[in-house]
């Protein structure tokens, strides 16, 4: 039971990091009926600017000192007789890299979004109104293409990417066995789940949101009702290249940088497909229980069994309910 | 633009082949490619069995997503079924069938497995369509591919390691070099473009084209979906199939990382230039998506004269021109270089007057 307990719990912070990819997956769609095959590829470009600018630009020389690691005297002082591997000690040393990691994260938020918008621009409103099939086969061409950069850009080997949270690790006791989590990856799943509350929260709250809404609805007569459509599909490609930024700087702490954190994104796919394309809620418990599912594939299976979870669960999904969990229905004209 | 086409009988009308332009050029493409693999040198014969190789599987996912409008991202998948089964037939039946015949009965039952698991595979396809669709085959993909790699499979599959496979050899005339190989694709993947003009002439074909324009609609007139969607893929499938077959027996060796995904975006992408529904579309797609990252290795070699440090730049520029192309098209020219084609000949055939 402790052991089921313990997988459980990772299952749920894998599924979360899930939940975030998957948010920007369904945002695009919502809003412009395109399925973006090329997410995780976006999310590999969010972990690569993340080591940029965490650590390629600190280690430069003409980067001051304090980016790279930062030492104020109160902190060398608390550093101070501090035994190896103590809690205090972890949360210190993430203190010092506190300056890069926040450089970190705001450089891929920006340079993530930029990379948002010139997709949106280039490729997606010139095939604005045009069959869905074309606009998807160009998210696939765009797999390539951006794998392809992604390898001419970055071609040295990536180095290890500061963690985000301290990393200590926490015991607590559950069911008479000892429950071993990092604190990592606790604060990460914390981080995933407020995103994807707040961005639950701005479509069905906020102005853009409904707009959001409304161009989901019906591009047509959201366009005659006074909402700018294009505003709207670059705001949700924003939507989604920033919250696959955080994604894969979260990523890249956990599996580290290669060109195959883009196949990642296929599996988030799978996900989206199985919770329904458009519903939030849907993709939000497919997420889990895939995570969940994983876990415990790789407690009783091992490790390479746990990379067809999804796929598998996508597939039985399908033929049981065509639409997702709780995806809508379509409704067509002959 | 055909004028002076004149048909006296119903047969002449029903022929596969059913104008003199398409008689000449089927004829003519027929000993260009007899030329071709007398006198070409190596490289050239390689690089037409690379595309003999992808073109019978794009013809066979032509089947399926140009005539019948459903999109499928795994059909790697076939391929790998074709070449594995083909492969693991060989070694399991060694002693009980021999040698000179074994290829008659590896291919088909290679290209029947292909198309029993086409079917399998296609049986989403009932309730779930286009993005859906595209997403289940994919899985499907994955999922064919992890199984060849476990390691539970591994006494016949090879697991990571992959398999060494056997040259054809048809009544006791071993096809080792790579030009009797290119012999035998070339023979195949006319037969097969041929098999897939018919196709689209007969009832099954014409019940593929009114499904694609609108599947409802082709079910009000009495066309079974769940046939002929199932048929549909298992005619792809086996089309592919026989692709793996061929590839195995062409390639000393086979690895299931050479099945993956990337194999079903270049057949796929491969179509959309070429141009969808189209018999012709395959072979123009297959000879821009194999020459193109040729052209770029050997304009790379010349300027950057082999150097060590810059030959690992040229995978990625190959990657990048490949998503290129496929978004350039989408882009540009949806229905493909078949497209470009015909507006051509038209203009030829409509000289001096108006173009276009």
Known sequence: MGQFAQFAINGLMSGAIYALIAIGIVSVFKATKVVNFAHGYLIMFGAYFYFTFSVVVPGQEWAPAWLASWQPDWLLAAKEGLPMFSPMGAVLDWVANLPRILFGLVGALFANAVVGLIIERTLMRPLMGQSIFAMIMVTVGLISIMSGSAQLIWTADAANVPYIAPNMPIRFELFGTMIFIFGTDLVNMVIALLLFGGIVAFVRFTKGGIAIRATAEDSSTAYSMGISVPKVFSRAWVLASTTGAIAGAILATRNGISPSLGLFGFSVLAIVLMGGLDSYIGVFIAAMSVGVMEAMTQWQLGGDWAEIVPYVAVLVVLIWRPHGLMGQKEVERI | ?356
Not at chain 2, 320 to 333: H, R, S, T
């Open chain 2, 1 to 356: 633009m055909i004028n002076a086409n004149l048909k006296s009988t119903y047969a002449a009308d029903e022929r596969v082949l059913n104008n003199r332009y398409k008689q000449m050029f089927v004829y003519g493409m027929a000993l260009l490619l007899a030329v071709f693999g007398a006198f070409a040198n190596d490289y050239l014969i390689l690089i037409a069995c690379k595309m003999g190789l992808l073109l019978i599987a794009v013809v066979g996912i032509n089947v399926l997503t140009g005539y019948t409008g459903l999109v499928s991202l795994g059909h790697a998948a076939f391929v790998a079924i074709g070449a594995y089964s083909v492969t693991i037939f060989q070694n399991v039946t060694a002693g009980f069938i021999p040698d000179p015949v074994m290829i008659f009965f590896a291919v088909p039952f290679a290209v029947f497995l292909a198309a029993f698991i086409g079917v399998i595979v296609g049986l989403p396809s009932l309730r779930v369509k286009g993005l859906y669709l595209a997403v289940a085959t994919l899985a499907a993909n994955f999922i064919v591919i992890f199984l060849i790699e476990q390691d539970l499979f591994a006494p016949w599959t090879g697991g990571m390691v992959g398999l060494t496979t056997n040259a054809p050899n048809i009544f006791g005339w071993i096809l080792d070099s790579k030009r009797e190989m290119f012999g035998l694709i070339a023979l195949v993947g006319f037969v097969t473009l041929l098999m897939a003009q018919n196709l689209i002439r007969t009832r099954i074909g014409r019940a593929f084209i009114a499904i694609r324009d609108r599947d409802y609609s082709a079910e009000i007139l009495g066309i079974s979906l769940l046939k002929y969607k199932l048929m549909s893929f298992s005619i792809s499938a086996a089309f592919c199939g026989l692709s793996g077959a061929l590839f195995a027996y062409f390639y000393a060796r086979i690895l299931p990382e050479q099945f993956e995904l990337d194999l079903s975006l270049e057949l796929v992408a491969a179509l959309i230039v070429g141009g969808m529904g189209r018999t012709m579309g395959p072979v123009f797609g297959v000879i821009i998506i194999v020459m193109v990252p040729e052209v770029i290795k050997i304009t790379f070699g010349a300027l950057t004269g082999d150097a060590a440090g810059m030959a690992q730049l040229r995978a990625p520029l190959q990657e990048i021109a490949f998503g290129a192309l496929l978004v350039f098209f989408l882009l540009k020219e949806p229905l493909g270089i078949n497209q470009i084609v015909d507006r051509m000949l038209r203009a030829a055939n409509r000289w001096p007057f108006a173009r276009g």
